[in-house]
């Protein structure tokens, strides 16, 4: 396996692949050669060896034929490219939320992963967790009758990771930094410490801020229980609050209401009281809401419901890593493939449109065009 991406996020999936006894990492790569150093010493020190060989460039990585799979862990900008360069050549790939930096390369993405016949992980953990797929079994098997509201709760404003916000006087990039490879296909812009690393988030040329960094992840959960792995929102509109000066452009607090199949309504809302944070779907007959902290009910009854072997049970997991190399070998769906994780992700696409322009946006989920 080869890790392209060692650093903040895709250090932490380097380390969950090397808890696996059955996967056994040979390659990193990393334009930070910090990073790249940190992610070898690590490597090597785990298998008691100097084996792991070490990328600047991830096609150089891609083009071993001696790697059946790849975790990739970048700003969402690069998510596409080495996604469908990887399929290309061959390697399954575990890849992170959200899916893409827009709509267009999420079905590029997509598209690449069905045309090579690849096998596709999203880090979308969540669903590994049985809390929450205990929720979505009780919403999908109509404890709660028919749901008619979703109301997806999600962090707001700007994290400053590593103290870097407001760092944002032109300097020469650091030498162990490739900054041209780092831009890639985002517009050149000069290098400041606030514009990279982890607080690329922030910033709408390689991020979409805390929506596109939780949309993964909490409309994820929404979709899975309402049985809308592969849907989307016909409508949806939005208001969001920017900043008005400085490099970070996301918004800070944002609303979105979403229109679905079969009447439900997905409100999607960071910095807003009314909205708590993690999922909640509302039916005629009560609600079940679940966040990483735990999960709650209206009848609470309903919380020690067994689901019935005639019902619908979803995936249990053995892990989210697990699953994936599972799948390498059984050549089964993951739990998070590809086209699942673009409709997770589709609706803050489509809000981060409708928000910058001010107005609704009508789409269609099944040929994914914007219609006005």
Request: proline share 5%; with cysteine; net charge negative.
């Amino acid at each position: 396996m080869g890790c392209i991406g060692v650093g903040w996020q895709g250090g932490s999936n380097m380390n969950s692949f090397l808890g696996e006894k059955d996967c056994q990492i040979i390659a990193a790569c990393d334009v930070a050669k910090n990073h790249l150093q940190d992610a070898v010493n690590r490597i090597n020190g785990h298998y008691k060896n100097k084996d792991c060989a070490a990328y600047t460039d991830f096609r150089d990585l891609l083009a071993r034929d001696d790697i059946d799979a790849v975790s990739i862990g970048l700003p969402d900008h690069w998510h596409a490219v080495p996604a469908v360069a990887a399929a290309k050549s061959g390697k399954d790939i575990f890849g992170e939320k959200p899916l893409s930096h827009n709509l267009l390369e999420g079905r590029a993405i997509c598209d690449a992963v069905q045309r090579y016949g690849r096998i596709w992980q999203t880090g979308s953990w969540q669903r590994s967790q049985s809390h929450f797929r205990q929720a979505c079994e009780l919403v999908i098997n109509g404890r709660i009758g028919k749901v008619h509201t979703v109301e997806v709760g999600l962090p707001a404003g700007h994290t400053d990771f590593g103290g870097t916000q407001g760092q944002e006087g032109i300097t020469p990039p650091p030498k162990d930094l490739d900054y041209d490879f780092w831009l890639g296909p985002a517009p050149y812009e000069p290098y400041c410490p606030a514009r990279v690393h982890k607080n690329w988030r922030w910033h709408l040329d390689y991020g979409g801020g805390q929506l596109m960094d939780w949309i993964g992840h909490h409309v994820d959960i929404a979709h899975w229980g309402l049985g809308f792995d592969y849907e989307g929102p016909s409508e949806i509109e939005g208001t969001g609050e920017y900043p008005k000066d400085g490099l970070w452009n996301t918004a800070t607090k944002y609303r979105l209401t979403a229109k679905y199949p079969k009447g439900i309504t997905m409100i999607i809302a960071g910095g807003h009281g009314d909205i708590r944070g993690g999922t909640k779907w509302t039916g005629q007959d009560g609600w079940v809401w679940v966040d990483r902290g735990g999960m709650d009910a209206q009848p609470k009854e309903i919380l020690k419901e067994q689901i019935r072997p005639d019902e619908i049970h979803l995936f249990q997991s053995p892990g989210h890593w697990r699953n994936f190399l599972d799948c390498i070998k059984s050549r089964k769906t993951t739990l998070t493939p590809a086209e699942v994780a673009h409709r997770s992700a589709s609706p803050g696409h489509l809000g981060q449109i409708a928000m910058l322009l001010g107005r609704k946006i009508r789409f269609n989920p099944t040929t994914e065009e914007i219609l006005d």
